[in-house]
Nanobody, 123 residues
């Protein structure tokens, strides 16, 4: 059974940095395209970043490019999202997801989803 368990969320001030972790079980993160999506209250789910299976290629949403990075530790079977310069009002639930396909910004491409971790950014 596949499980993706996110951690690292919390309340931070605008301008701060935060790192999220996603520990996977039941799958090998290097064999999947792993991504992060986020959903703010009252808004649609939004692609944040992905790291392509069997490579180090990444795709970062333009809204966070230059501030967020995604990485993968195959030995720990963990995916990370490092966020910097967090913006006020950037509160959302961040979810870790996995796809057997290549890079995609579409939620429908991802077959495994974690429950998410909440990030709240105060001004």
């Amino acid at each position: 059974q596949v499980q993706l368990v996110e951690s690292g969320g919390g309340l931070v001030q605008a301008g701060a940095s935060l790192s999220l972790s996603c520990v996977a079980s039941g799958l090998t993160v290097g064999d999947y395209t792993m991504a992060w999506f986020r959903q703010a209250p009252g808004k649609e789910r939004e692609f944040v970043a992905c790291i392509v299976k069997t490579s180090v290629r990444t795709l970062i949403a333009s809204s966070v490019k230059g501030r967020f990075t995604i990485s993968r530790d195959n030995a720990e079977n963990t995916v990370y999202l490092r966020m910097s310069e967090l913006m006020a009002g950037g509160t959302a639930v961040y979810s870790c997801v996995a796809s057997i396909s290549g890079s995609s910004t579409f939620a429908s491409s991802y077959i495994h989803w974690g429950r998410g971790t909440q990030v709240a950014v105060s001004s």
